[in-house]
C-alpha cells in the first residue's frame, strides 16, 4: 500500500503531525484570548469610588427621597445584579494555560485600592451577607474548577484577590470597633459590621 494513501502509516503520520500543529497553534491563542484587562478595571475602580464616595458627600437635605431609594431600594435593584454580573464574569476566567495564572504588575497595583473599594461598598452598604455568599460562591467555583484542571486567569485572580482583601479589612474593621459601646447601641444585630460614616459622625466630626 502507498505510504500517502487513505489509512496508511504516512496518512496516519501526517494527520498526527497537522493535528498536534493545529494543537499548538490553539494553545497559543488560548493563552493570547485573556490578557488581563487593565484599562476596565482601572476605570471600573475609579468610577466605583468617585460615585459611590462623592455622592454621601454632596448629599444634602433636599435629596432625603434620593436617599431613601439609594438606602432601602437600592439594595434590591442595584447591589444583588451588581455582585451576580460579578459572579458571572468570575465564571469565565478560567483556563488551561500556566501562562494565564499570573497577574501582571499593574494589576497588583490595582488589587489594592479595589479591595478598599469593595470594603467601603460591604460596611456602609450594609451588604455582608450578600458578599460573604458572593466570595464562597466563588470559592467553590475555583476548587470545583480546579477538579477539571481549570485555574484563574489574570482577571480572574484580580476579581478574587480583591474579594480576598475585602474580606480581610471588613474583618480587621469589625475587631477594630468590637468593643464600642456607642456603635454596638447602634448596631444591635448579630452580623456587627458598622458603617465607616457612622464611625466618622460620631468619633470624628463630634470633636470638631
Given at each position: 500500500q502507498h505510504p500517502g494513501a487513505a489509512g496508511g502509516p504516512g496518512a496516519q503520520l501526517g494527520a498526527s503531525f497537522l493535528q498536534a500543529r493545529h494543537g499548538s497553534v490553539s494553545a497559543d491563542e488560548a493563552a493570547r484570548t485573556a490578557p488581563f484587562h487593565l484599562d476596565l478595571w482601572f476605570?471600573?475602580?475609579?468610577?466605583?469610588?468617585?460615585?459611590?464616595?462623592?455622592?454621601?458627600?454632596?448629599?444634602?437635605?433636599?435629596?432625603?427621597?434620593?436617599?431613601?431609594?439609594?438606602?432601602?431600594?437600592?439594595?434590591?435593584?442595584?447591589?444583588?445584579?451588581?455582585f451576580l454580573i460579578l459572579f458571572m464574569y468570575f465564571s469565565g476566567c478560567f483556563t488551561a494555560c500556566k501562562a494565564e495564572r499570573w497577574m501582571p504588575g499593574p494589576a497588583l497595583l490595582l488589587v489594592a485600592p479595589s479591595g478598599l473599594y469593595y470594603w467601603y461598598l460591604v460596611t456602609e452598604g450594609q451588604?455582608?451577607?450578600?458578599?460573604?455568599f458572593t466570595f464562597f460562591a466563588m470559592l467553590a467555583l475555583v476548587l470545583h474548577q480546579k477538579r477539571k484542571r481549570l485555574f484563574l486567569d489574570s482577571n480572574g485572580l484580580f476579581l478574587f484577590s480583591s474579594f480576598t482583601l475585602t474580606l480581610l479589612l471588613v474583618a480587621l474593621w469589625v475587631a477594630w470597633l468590637w468593643n464600642d459601646p456607642v456603635l454596638r447601641k447602634k448596631y444591635p444585630g448579630v452580623i456587627y459590621v458598622p458603617e465607616p460614616w457612622a464611625f466618622y459622625t460620631l468619633h470624628v466630626s463630634s470633636r470638631h
Open positions: 476605570y471600573f475602580t475609579l468610577q466605583n469610588w468617585v460615585l459611590d464616595f462623592g455622592r454621601p458627600i454632596a448629599m444634602i437635605d433636599s435629596f432625603e427621597l434620593l436617599y431613601y431609594y439609594d438606602e432601602y431600594l437600592g439594595h434590591c435593584m442595584w447591589y444583588i445584579p451588581f451588604i455582608f451577607i450578600l458578599f460573604i
